[in-house]
């Protein structure tokens, strides 16, 4: 079945560095842009960036735009998000998902802490 | 950047009753690329409507979606014990993607 699974999520200290990884199965990968979303402890979604099959689109959200990179392996059916001078208000879930006409495949997240 | 803004922030309404929310963007979303999502605590969000009126896969046809252009409409027909939860509205139609802040469905 159609599938994300995401890890890396962690305690890190402010400024640190952090990367996620999101594993896709189920579907063809290279196919589709994929996507980064957080959410903060009580709050509302925050979309993050996308990335396309081919790699040759990617777009970030203004609050992590020069901290964050999306990257993809489409041979390791693999997305990943390598998060650099991370803040204390970057802890959340971090949640990646297939775009595909909205965001219709959700991970289930992983929980990233930026705290000293 | 589109805003969307969700309105109520909050609806108390009983099982079998209609609920009707609302999002409104700051600018019109590009051909109708304006999808719902439903999230309860602790889960990962669930797909329900995308293209502003198209129901995604599995979901119950008490849920629609209506509108275009800057306005846009969830309505559920009959709650179901089950529907009360938290729903956003994204529109994917320009970047940055943007989500509303959210609609919280309550037991009243």
């Known amino acids: 079945q159609v599938q994300l699974v995401e890890s890396g999520g962690d305690l890190v200290k402010p400024g640190g560095s952090l990367r996620l990884s999101c594993a896709a199965s189920?579907?063809?990968?290279?196919?589709?842009?994929m996507s980064w979303i957080r959410q903060a402890p009580g709050k509302g979604l925050e979309w993050l960036s996308y990335i396309s099959g081919s790699s040759s689109a990617i777009y970030y959200a203004d609050s992590v735009k020069g901290r964050f990179t999306i990257s993809r392996d489409n041979a390791k059916n693999s997305l990943y998000l390598q998060m650099n001078s991370l803040r204390a208000e970057d802890t959340a879930v971090y949640y990646c998902a297939r775009a595909n006409y909205g965001l219709d495949v959700w991970g289930q997240g992983t929980t990233v802490t930026v705290s000293s | 950047e589109i805003v969307l803004t969700q309105s109520p922030g909050t609806l108390s309404l009983s099982p079998g009753e209609r609920a009707t929310l609302s999002c409104r963007a700051s600018?019109?979303?590009?051909?109708?690329?304006l999808a719902w999502y439903q999230q309860k605590p602790g889960q990962a969000p669930r797909f329900l409507i995308y293209g502003a009126s198209s129901r995604a896969t599995g979901i119950p046809d008490r849920f629609s979606g209506s509108g275009s252009g800057t306005d846009f409409t969830l309505t559920i027909s009959r709650l179901e014990p089950e529907d009360f939860a938290v729903y956003y509205c994204?529109?994917?139609?320009?970047?940055?993607?943007?989500f509303g802040q959210g609609t919280k469905v309550e037991i009243k």
């Open positions: 189920g579907f063809t990968f290279s196919d589709y842009y």
């Open positions: 600018q019109s979303v590009s051909s109708s690329y």
């Open positions: 994204q529109q994917y139609g320009s970047s940055p993607w943007t």
